[in-house]
């Protein structure tokens, strides 16, 4: 059973960068295969991107090339590098176990806005 909590979210300009983190206990990032969700205000949670425990990643079209997906296994810790960030990346943020996601935890929220 991992315990993980988001954090690093906050108030961006458009154009801007944001590292999220997520810390993770009882197990090991390292062992399991995880991603990043996020939810918009009236939307469906969606995977922005993921990471397997051999290190393979994917990326949802829409923040291609501006996110970027990592773990430290020395700190048992999952991140998110957002950059060029746009209004429509606003939501509140999520990790979990990917493919089958576990309990939700409260998430990060990122605005982004002018």
């Known amino acids: 059973q991992v315990q993980l909590v988001e954090s690093g979210g906050g108030l961006v300009q458009p154009g801007g960068s944001l590292r999220l983190s997520c810390a993770a206990s009882?197990?090991?990032?390292?062992?399991?295969?995880m991603g990043w969700y996020r939810q918009a205000p009236g939307k469906e949670r969606d995977l922005v991107a993921s990471?397997?425990?051999?290190?393979?990643?994917k990326y949802a079209d829409s923040v291609k090339g501006r996110f970027t997906i990592s773990r430290d296994n020395a700190k048992n810790t999952m991140y998110l590098q957002m950059n060029s960030l746009k209004p429509e990346d606003t939501a509140l943020y999520y990790c979990?176990?990917?493919?089958?996601?576990?309990?939700w935890g409260q998430g990060t929220q990122v605005t982004v806005s002018s």
């Open positions: 009882g197990s090991a990032v390292r062992f399991i295969s």
């Open positions: 990471i397997t425990s051999d290190d393979r990643t």
């Open positions: 979990n176990r990917w493919p089958f996601a576990l309990n």
